[in-house]
Protein backbone atom coordinates (compact mmCIF):
# COMPACT_ATOMS: atom_id res chain seq x y z
CA UNK A 1 0.00 0.00 0.00
CA UNK A 2 1.64 3.15 -1.04
CA UNK A 3 2.06 5.39 1.65
CA UNK A 4 2.75 9.02 1.76
CA UNK A 5 3.32 11.03 5.12
CA UNK A 6 4.37 15.11 4.73
CA UNK A 7 5.83 17.21 7.06
CA UNK A 8 7.79 20.52 7.46
CA UNK A 9 5.02 22.80 6.70
CA UNK A 10 4.69 26.19 9.42
CA UNK A 11 4.41 30.02 9.77
CA UNK A 12 6.99 31.95 8.02
CA UNK A 13 7.47 35.57 7.17
CA UNK A 14 7.37 36.73 3.72
CA UNK A 15 11.00 36.18 2.21
CA UNK A 16 11.81 33.02 4.26
CA UNK A 17 12.21 29.71 4.13
CA UNK A 18 10.88 26.09 4.78
CA UNK A 19 11.75 22.75 3.37
CA UNK A 20 9.47 19.93 3.34
CA UNK A 21 9.60 16.67 3.74
CA UNK A 22 7.70 13.85 2.63
CA UNK A 23 8.31 10.03 3.74
CA UNK A 24 7.08 7.38 0.95
CA UNK A 25 6.77 3.60 1.67
CA UNK A 26 4.79 0.62 -0.29
CA UNK A 27 6.55 1.23 -3.38
CA UNK A 28 9.65 1.41 -5.04
CA UNK A 29 10.46 4.62 -4.61
CA UNK A 30 13.96 5.33 -6.04
CA UNK A 31 12.48 4.60 -9.42
CA UNK A 32 9.06 6.47 -9.32
CA UNK A 33 8.75 10.07 -10.53
CA UNK A 34 7.34 11.94 -7.78
CA UNK A 35 5.65 15.73 -7.39
CA UNK A 36 4.51 18.30 -4.87
CA UNK A 37 1.04 20.10 -5.69
CA UNK A 38 -0.65 22.70 -3.52
CA UNK A 39 -4.21 24.14 -2.82
CA UNK A 40 -4.63 27.74 -1.62
CA UNK A 41 -7.71 28.56 -0.03
CA UNK A 42 -10.57 28.82 -2.74
CA UNK A 43 -8.35 27.54 -5.45
CA UNK A 44 -7.90 24.62 -7.66
CA UNK A 45 -4.98 22.13 -7.37
CA UNK A 46 -2.04 23.12 -8.67
CA UNK A 47 1.40 21.44 -9.90
CA UNK A 48 4.64 23.13 -8.13
CA UNK A 49 7.32 20.48 -8.96
CA UNK A 50 8.36 16.73 -10.24
CA UNK A 51 11.19 14.69 -10.12
CA UNK A 52 12.60 11.87 -11.70
CA UNK A 53 15.64 10.60 -9.76
CA UNK A 54 16.41 8.02 -11.63
CA UNK A 55 17.42 10.61 -14.89
CA UNK A 56 18.05 13.26 -12.78
CA UNK A 57 15.36 15.08 -14.05
CA UNK A 58 13.46 18.18 -12.28
CA UNK A 59 10.81 20.38 -13.62
CA UNK A 60 9.43 23.46 -11.85
CA UNK A 61 5.97 25.50 -12.17
CA UNK A 62 6.79 29.36 -13.44
CA UNK A 63 6.01 30.64 -10.26
CA UNK A 64 8.42 28.97 -8.04
CA UNK A 65 11.25 28.31 -10.55
CA UNK A 66 14.38 29.98 -9.36
CA UNK A 67 13.09 29.59 -5.86
CA UNK A 68 12.04 26.08 -5.06
CA UNK A 69 14.52 23.09 -5.33
CA UNK A 70 12.89 19.20 -5.05
CA UNK A 71 14.89 16.53 -4.03
CA UNK A 72 14.80 12.79 -2.99
CA UNK A 73 17.07 11.27 -0.80
CA UNK A 74 16.45 7.62 -2.41
CA UNK A 75 17.99 5.76 0.74
CA UNK A 76 15.25 6.96 2.86
CA UNK A 77 12.61 7.08 0.80
CA UNK A 78 12.15 10.65 1.59
CA UNK A 79 11.09 13.60 -1.09
CA UNK A 80 12.05 17.12 -0.44
CA UNK A 81 11.13 20.32 -1.28
CA UNK A 82 13.21 23.52 -0.26
CA UNK A 83 11.13 26.69 -0.78
CA UNK A 84 13.11 29.89 -0.54
CA UNK A 85 12.69 33.65 -0.98
CA UNK A 86 8.67 32.54 0.04
CA UNK A 87 5.65 35.07 -0.86
CA UNK A 88 2.50 35.30 0.54
CA UNK A 89 0.75 33.75 -2.27
CA UNK A 90 3.20 30.21 -1.65
CA UNK A 91 0.48 29.55 1.23
CA UNK A 92 -1.15 26.45 0.37
CA UNK A 93 -1.49 22.94 1.94
CA UNK A 94 1.33 20.99 -0.07
CA UNK A 95 0.91 17.79 -0.94
CA UNK A 96 3.44 15.12 -2.33
CA UNK A 97 2.48 12.62 -4.66
CA UNK A 98 3.65 9.48 -6.72
CA UNK A 99 3.79 10.23 -10.08
CA UNK A 100 4.48 12.75 -12.54
CA UNK A 101 2.58 15.84 -13.13
CA UNK A 102 -1.09 14.21 -14.54
CA UNK A 103 -0.71 11.28 -11.30
CA UNK A 104 0.02 14.01 -8.73
CA UNK A 105 -2.97 16.08 -10.22
CA UNK A 106 -5.77 13.83 -11.13
CA UNK A 107 -4.55 10.12 -9.53
CA UNK A 108 -5.07 8.45 -5.94
CA UNK A 109 -1.82 8.02 -4.51
CA UNK A 110 -1.30 11.89 -2.13
CA UNK A 111 -0.38 12.60 1.22
CA UNK A 112 -2.37 14.02 3.77
CA UNK A 113 -0.19 17.75 3.25
CA UNK A 114 1.55 19.96 5.55
CA UNK A 115 0.12 23.57 5.63
CA UNK A 116 2.58 26.61 4.53
CA UNK A 117 1.26 29.85 5.57
CA UNK A 118 4.01 33.04 4.11
CA UNK A 119 2.43 35.79 6.27
CA UNK A 120 4.09 38.75 8.02
Known amino acids: EVHLVESGGGLVKPGGSLRLSCAAS????????MSWVRQAPGKELEWVST????????TYAEPVKGRFTISTDNAKSTLYLQMNTLKSEDTAVYYCAKGGLASALYGSYRGQGTQVTVSS
Open 26 to 33: GFTFSTSP
Open 51 to 58: IVSYTNTT
